[in-house]
C-alpha cells in the first residue's frame, strides 16, 4: 500500500510560479514511477507530467512542456511539480499518482490504469 498527499497548492496570478509536492509513505517508494495529472471544473482528469523510478526519463503533456518540471527525490519519497509561467488554463485540482515500475513505461506512462494509488488532490487556481 502506499499513501500520497499532496500539498502546494493555492491562488496564484498569471505569470507566476507554484511548487506541488506530493509525499508519499508505504512501501518501496523508489520502485514507483510517479505521475501528475490534473481536473479542471466539467472537464475529464487529464495527464500532465510523469517521472520513473530513478528519475531518469520525465515526460510531459505538451500543453506544459517547458513550463512544468517534474523532480523526484527518493530520500525524502516525495515528488515535485515545479509550475512556472502559470496560466488560467492551468486551473484544476491536481492529483499525484503511483504506478509499479513494471507498468511504467514509455508507452502508456499518461495512462490513468497504470497508476495505483492516488493522492486527494490540491486546488490550483490562475486568476488573470
Known amino acids: 500500500q502506499v499513501q500520497l498527499v499532496e500539498s502546494g497548492g493555492g491562488l496564484v496570478q498569471a505569470g507566476g510560479s507554484l511548487r506541488l509536492s506530493c509525499a508519499a509513505s508505504?512501501?518501496?517508494?523508489?520502485?514507483?514511477?510517479m505521475g501528475w495529472f490534473r481536473q479542471a471544473p466539467g472537464k475529464e482528469r487529464e495527464f500532465v507530467a510523469a517521472?520513473?523510478?530513478?528519475?531518469?526519463?520525465?515526460y510531459y503533456a505538451d500543453s506544459v512542456k517547458g513550463r512544468f518540471t517534474i523532480s523526484r527525490d527518493n530520500a525524502k519519497i516525495t515528488v515535485y511539480l515545479q509550475m512556472n509561467s502559470l496560466k488560467p488554463e492551468d486551473t484544476a485540482v491536481y492529483y499525484c499518482a503511483a504506478a509499479p515500475q513494471s507498468r511504467f513505461g514509455y508507452s502508456n506512462y499518461n495512462r490513468e490504469w497504470i497508476y495505483g494509488y492516488w493522492g486527494q488532490g490540491t486546488q490550483v487556481t490562475v486568476s488573470s
Open positions: 517521472i520513473s523510478w530513478s528519475g531518469g526519463s520525465t
Open positions: 508505504g512501501r518501496t517508494f523508489s520502485s514507483y514511477g
